[in-house]
């Protein structure tokens, strides 16, 4: 049975590629292993090469400044990525806005449309010096349509007799 690697210890696989600028990475340098993300590595060993200079050890700064290079270049292009990958992302964002923005100026158009198709068929009736066409197509002005109408007609309210109040009226 195959024990499972687990941490640092689990082989690589290079088909997996994270694009986490925080990775944490491994160096086993010349003189000292360094830990942590690209980014720090890289600073790590642009320290470690400022110091060896001044100690006047110029061929440990140059190894140090080669691996220093080697993690620069791991973190631009993770940065490259992640740029590449914000960009995208713009971009889908800004074409999902304008498909909604072009969406909602239709939608506002054919209202327009609408509004214009009623008001020219309110126009459309015929009007000819305050006069409008009735029923049988002949014209006739606003007051002579209204004075047509019949008028609501009014119930007649009977009187309720009420017993005390004849009994009053019958005995005055």
Same mark, same amino acid.
């Given at each position: 049975?195959?024990?499972?690697?687990?941490?640092?210890?689990?082989?690589?696989?290079?088909?997996?590629?994270?694009?986490?600028?925080?990775?944490?990475?491994?160096?086993?340098?010349?003189?000292?292993?360094?830990?942590?993300?690209?980014?720090?590595?890289?600073?790590?060993?642009?320290?470690?090469?400022?110091?060896?200079?001044?100690?006047?050890?110029?061929?440990?700064?140059?190894?140090?400044?080669?691996?220093?290079?080697?993690?620069?270049?791991?973190?631009?292009?993770?940065?490259?990525?992640?740029?590449?990958?914000?960009?995208?992302?713009?971009?889908?964002?800004?074409?999902?806005?304008?498909?909604?923005?072009?969406?909602?100026?239709?939608?506002?158009?054919?209202?327009?449309?609408?509004?214009?198709?009623?008001?020219?068929?309110? !126009?459309?009736? @015929? /009007?000819?010096?305050? *006069?409008?066409?009735?029923?049988?197509? %002949?014209? =006739?002005?606003?007051? &002579?349509? +209204? !004075?047509?109408? @019949? /008028?609501?007609?009014? *119930?007649?309210?009977?009187?309720?007799? %009420?017993? =005390?109040?004849?009994? &009053?009226? +019958?005995?005055?």
């Amino acid at each position: 049975m195959i024990k499972r690697r687990r941490g640092r210890n689990r082989p690589n696989n290079n088909n997996r590629q994270n694009n986490n600028p925080n990775k944490s990475l491994d160096s086993n340098g010349p003189d000292v292993r360094v830990r942590g993300s690209a980014k720090t590595i890289y600073d790590k060993y642009i320290s470690l090469a400022r110091d060896a200079r001044t100690s006047g050890h110029r061929v440990k700064a140059e190894n140090f400044l080669q691996h220093a290079e080697h993690y620069l270049r791991i973190y631009e292009a993770v940065q490259a990525k992640a740029n590449a990958e914000k960009e995208k992302r713009q971009a889908d964002h800004e074409a999902r806005q304008n498909k909604q923005n072009q969406q909602h100026e239709a939608k506002k158009t054919e209202q327009r449309k609408a509004e214009q198709e009623t008001a020219s068929k309110s !126009a459309a009736q @015929p /009007k000819k010096n305050g *006069k409008q066409a009735n029923k049988n197509g %002949d014209e =006739e002005t606003k007051v &002579e349509m +209204q !004075a047509k109408k @019949p /008028k609501p007609r009014r *119930k007649k309210t009977e009187a309720k007799s %009420d017993p =005390e109040v004849s009994e &009053e009226v +019958q005995s005055a």
